[in-house]
């Protein structure tokens, strides 16, 4: 199945999945959540509210949990061009992030680009991600953890695999959890969704999700790669620290953008959060 899109129906807004505890960053998390990070000199999520407004997007849903509050104080509900909404997962201590998606379901009613709150990334490197079903992926690094997928020869997703599966010699290609999604993709995701919260399934991942829809044809992404330009995923200690050698001012320099206010909480320390790496032992798509 092939997709072309037409140039107006370019992404223009973003979800953010901003729920988690932090528990592999604990103690730090216990005061701040994790897109509030500090990587040389700028949050997570100021980085991110920048490369947004350079790239024209106008609404951005945060799905927010831990610690809420300062997430809404820092943005407010307008950050440069962009509008801002807030759903709240009271369920965010017990659940993970198939729990949050599925919370956006009724506010997502256009295309749109979901990321995840523990990213730092170029941001030029959105260029290519602004156009329904795309996937950022990078080559498999030694260090990389968590969710890839194998391709075919037409660049598109063949399957997602857990982290310590054995793909039998394919290439393997990381997810960097940015995905833009169709509003036909979005329908479809969402009755899926339903089904697995119905069942309480609240515990599993969205690539749970996203790994069956493959498997069955009803859902197919492109991949875009994300291995030219600095990126990375800030899920501990010693990965801000990476963060902080890839994004420091001596070789990179972020793009200005909106100058974002901060309250008077931002002077502690602040921290990151993130959601515990899979634990499937083998290929995700596999049916029950």
């Known amino acids: ?12 807004t973003a979800l953010l999945l901003a729920a988690g505890i932090g528990s592999r960053l604990y103690p730090l998390t216990r005061n701040e959540p994790k897109c509030l990070t500090i990587v040389n000199a700028m949050s997570i999520l100021e980085r991110l509210i920048s490369n ?23 943005l407010g509900n307008q950050a440069g061009d962009i509008k801002i909404d807030y759903i709240f997962s009271p369920l965010y201590k017990t659940t993970n992030n198939i729990y949050s ?19 730092v990334f170029d941001e030029s490197l959105l260029d290519d991600m602004l156009y329904p079903d795309r996937i ?9 953890d968590g969710t ?34 169709s509003l036909n993709s979005w329908h479809c995701i969402v009755k899926k969704l339903d089904q697995h919260i119905s069942e309480g399934k609240v515990n599993d991942y969205y690539e749970t999700v996203f790994a069956q ?10 991949i875009v790669s994300f291995d030219d330009k600095p990126w990375y995923e800030i899920d501990t200690i010693e990965d801000l620290a990476e963060a902080e050698k890839l994004f420091s001012t001596d ?29 499937a032992t083998g290929i995700l798509n596999a049916t029950k």
């Not at 072309?4 to 992404?11: C, L």
């Open 101 to 119: 998606l599925w919370m956006a379901r009724e506010i997502i009613n256009e295309p749109f680009l979901l990321l995840e709150s523990d990213l």
């Open 136 to 144: 950022a992926v990078a080559k498999m690094q030694p260090w990389m």
């Open 213 to 222: 829809m493959i498997a069955d044809g009803s859902l197919f992404f492109k």
């Open 251 to 279: 070789n990179y320099t972020c793009t200005e953008g909106v100058t974002l206010s901060r309250p008077d909480f931002l002077n502690v320390e602040l921290i990151n959060a993130v959601t515990p790496s899979l634990e």
């Open 148 to 181: 890839f997928v194998t391709i075919n020869q037409s660049q598109q997703v063949k399957a997602f695999w857990a982290g310590n599966a054995y793909s039998f010699g394919a290439i393997k290609y990381k997810t960097v959890n940015i995905y833009s999604i």
């Open 1 to 12: 199945m092939k997709h072309s899109y037409p140039n107006n129906e370019r992404v223009t």
């Open 52 to 74: 947004l407004n350079q790239h024209g997007f106008k609404h951005l849903v945060v799905i927010t949990g831990h610690l809420e509050n300062h997430i809404r104080d820092f």
